[in-house]
């Protein structure tokens, strides 16, 4: 239907004017109306006229041509055209499904990224959740969606912490790892990453042991070697982090395709690199290859260090590159913190040099930090960091502080959705009571209202009508409730265009609190219009199932 109006808004505008106009129709207040366009202030400024004057012409013209879908129109200050549906036309509206806009498309969606060997903080967490909702966002659309994560196994910080657990093994004894319980292995991982950490800025000594040691185990890799002491402490460490990642991920009810670790895409960035090298992409300086940023009103970073080893630049051309080969995708979405924005057009700036195509299917969509309120702030570096489980532990303290129950469902859903309804971009204030309240903007206020409508659909009898498209009229409150459902689809897509999930967590307050508003004075069973309620009741429930589907948040039949 507003594609229709669209149309017919543009033709009486060509019509009347002979000038074409893109016209995008808004939803205003519902005592104006269902939709409004400004086209005839648009038209104003190049016809020099009263955009009122315009607006009354174009409503004229509108009355006639849309007679059969539109009961009223108005035209407001300055030159608002406001229009009404008439009860048929906004109950055909509610047929209307998110446009299929990527169909046939392959998405890649790369996200949380950890590095093994440190601990998941609550950066992870919000960045796994958004990435999720942001890929669902793609698949509705329509697109072939690849969940990807990528870390480094490889690094300097890996060699802080190897340096660290030779420490504590005294010296290369990989049968002393059994030692470490394991419910105890992440949080042992992180201590050494903190200690090794420590040593690495605190003696130079040090330092250079643990340059040594990051080259033996770039080695590691380049041999294939699994016997050795060394690499017999190395991969099982590692597997201890990759089944903490993994544990935590279905926890939240995560889930990742492929994982690449940094072993494997450094090679490729490292050949690339090289390669470009020699045309003139990138450049010998002080011994490292850079690429000069300044040329391009960027800044010049370092890809391949004086030791000859891969950074973590050359790494994520390599990444790219990697993604490419496995799924030729049409779009990649990167989702990252906002601290390596000014990096990150580094990498895609060089990329752009040799395979432009590549660079510019790459979106990178960064978010701040998280805060618990209080303004408690995240190092994993110095350690003094908020993790990802203290998240949900305080959450999950906060909700039976409130209900006096353990409900993991309720957990996470309050987790989700505090930190989805906010816009993608800036900083996160985390508040674990107010996520976990039921009568607030809230997941689990969502979730106990699908578990509401649930409760109204059991108690009917005789089934629940299918199709509210045949009801002859709809009462006053009715219509609100159906006007409002009528916006899903719009707000959906608006959605995936700008990859913002906060759109749907708005919508789905909004629409619980006009079911809310309905149901308070608009008896459903029992009343003489029960069929036609139990409909609206029913499509309510599936908007908010679809909604926060969308959202990664589960829909319970009861709370």
Known sequence: MKELLEQKVAEACKELFDIEVKVELTRPEEQFGDYATNAALQLSKQLQKNPREIGEALAEYLRESLAASVSDITVAEPGFINLKLNDQALRESLKATPAKSLEGKTAVAEYSDPNPFKVLHAGHLYTSIVGDAIANLLETAGATVRRVNFGGDVGLHVAKSMWAILKFLGGEQPEKLAEVAENERSDWLSDRYVEGNKAYETDDHTKQAITELNKRIYQIHDDNDHESPIAQIYWTTRGWSYKYFDDFYARIGVEFEKYYPESQT??????????????????????????????????????????????????????????????????SIVITGNEIAQYMKVVLRSIEHFRPELAQATTHLTHGMVKLAGGVKMSSRKGNIIRAIDVLNVTGSANKHQTGQDNEITVIGAVKYAFLKQRLGGDIIYDPEESVSLEGNSGPYLQYAYARAQSILMKAEGGVPAEIYNVDSLEAGERSLVRKMTEYAEVVNKAVTELMPHHICTYLYELAQTFNRFYEHNRVIGDARQTVRLSLV??????????????????????
Do not use: C
């Open 538 to 559: 029913q499509q309510y429930a599936e908007i908010l199932q679809a909604g926060l589907g969308i959202l990664g948040i589960a829909a319970p039949d009861k709370m």
């Open 266 to 331: 450094a090679p490729i960035g490292l050949e690339t690199v090289n390669e470009q090298l020699a045309k003139g992409v990138y450049k010998v300086s002080e011994g490292a290859i850079v690429f000069d940023g300044e040329k391009d009103g960027l800044h010049t970073r370092v890809f391949i260090n004086s030791e000859g080893l891969p950074t973590y630049e050359a790494k994520d051309v390599g990444l790219i590159i990697a993604k490419w080969q496995d799924y030729h995708f049409d779009r």
